[in-house]
């Protein structure tokens, strides 16, 4: 049930991951879900992300799409998955939980701003040594989690990389 996932997903040794569109987990998501997305480099970045084979795992997907997440998750040794969202972040959202958003911008518009904001740039070392914003924080988002520390938890960050997969 939604109530059930809901009570799963404060416990801090489960890891919620959205694996819908990154489109639609920036309108929308569980608090504190992480950004997975099932169409982009899945195998890859959960291996990246969660690191850990063993963690438990709840999942946010698109109707009609969990068999297709268990499976590409146990591909790649990930069989810890105990569950998911019945109804999709719609059934979330009908039952009064709370969600966030992450803004979106387009390029024109940070173009106007980047003077003006901070900016964590996640793409790997190759491609920040290729072309880079000056005035950025470089942290490749592999290595993200352990360097939390070079970011200030009061700043608002705009999160750069080359298509949007990996910003979210």
């Not at 966030?100 to 996640?122: C, G, T």
């Not at 924080?137 to 990389?161: D, G, S, V």
Request: charged letters at 25%; glycine letters at 8%; aromatic letters at 8%.
């Amino acid at each position: 049930s939604v109530s059930d996932f809901e009570s799963m997903s404060k416990n801090a040794e489960i890891k919620v991951i959205d694996v819908r569109h990154q489109d639609n987990f920036a309108k929308g998501h569980v608090p504190n879900s992480i950004f997975i997305g099932i169409d982009g480099s899945f195998a890859p970045w959960v291996g990246e992300i969660l690191k850990d084979i063993k963690i438990k795992i709840l999942v946010v997907v698109d109707d009609d799409r969990e068999t297709e997440v268990f499976t590409r998750l146990s591909r790649v040794g990930f069989d810890n998955y105990i569950g998911y969202l019945s109804g999709g972040i719609k059934s979330w959202i009908k039952n009064g939980y709370e969600t966030q958003s992450i803004e979106n911008i387009s390029p024109d518009e940070f173009v106007n701003i980047m003077n003006e904001i901070k900016i964590l740039d996640v793409r790997n070392e190759g491609e920040i040594k290729s072309s880079s914003l000056d005035n950025s924080i470089k942290i490749p988002l592999k290595t993200l989690e352990n360097n939390l520390n070079k970011l200030n938890q009061n700043n608002k960050y705009y999160i750069h990389c080359a298509g949007g997969y990996r910003s979210m």
